[in-house]
């Protein structure tokens, strides 16, 4: 009886700190819709038409703004970026500045393997697996519809996992379906 408590203890010990997605998929990683190179942005500085535009984020994580030059915005959201854009303005530049970040377009995706289109696409909010062979015409003949393998945007390399309808994906994601053997 003390055998079952302590192998019960140590299973529970174990899933401490997991989370789970419906469907059996990957957590997304949690800093998965922060902001990374390739994003586009449009930035509205209130009152200042000549402070409002659209911007990327360059390779190195930054934004190039007029007046502050290039501010770090790899890792943070857009509220956050538009605090600390506000901030630096406020230092010198303007009174009290009132500053708005909306994502226009995320990092896209990209979708290989034994579907009918393989390539790049753009990313699109609430994107699952299912959404993802929808972009890419479907599968092809071939096609393994059971698993599917993932690399997050920031990893090593990719991973299987059981195909559920609704798996997420992320921004940068690379998804791949492999060929079924029979």
Request: with cysteine; charged share 20%; net charge neutral.
């Amino acid at each position: 009886m003390k055998f079952l408590f302590a192998l019960a203890a140590l299973l529970l010990s174990a899933c401490v700190g997991q989370t789970s997605v419906a469907g059996g998929g990957p957590p997304p990683a949690a800093d998965a819709l922060k902001l990374a190179s390739g994003d586009k942005l449009k930035v509205t500085t209130y009152g200042e038409p000549t402070l409002t535009g659209e911007f990327q984020v360059a390779p190195a994580g930054t934004i190039a703004f007029p007046l502050i030059g290039d501010i770090a915005a790899a890792g943070m959201d857009p509220i956050g970026l538009a605090k600390m854009l506000e901030a630096k303005l406020g230092s010198g530049y303007l009174l009290n500045p009132k500053v708005s970040v909306e994502v226009l377009t995320y990092r896209p995706i990209y979708i290989l393997g034994e579907v009918q289109k393989p390539g790049e696409y753009p990313f699109t909010q609430g994107l699952t697996i299912r959404g993802a062979v929808a972009k890419a015409d479907g599968y092809t003949y071939r096609a393994n519809q059971n698993k599917v393998f993932v690399k997050r945007a920031g990893e090593a390399g990719e991973t299987e996992y059981p195909m559920t309808a609704d798996f997420a994906i992320m921004p940068g994601d690379t998804v791949r379906f492999s060929e079924r053997y029979f």
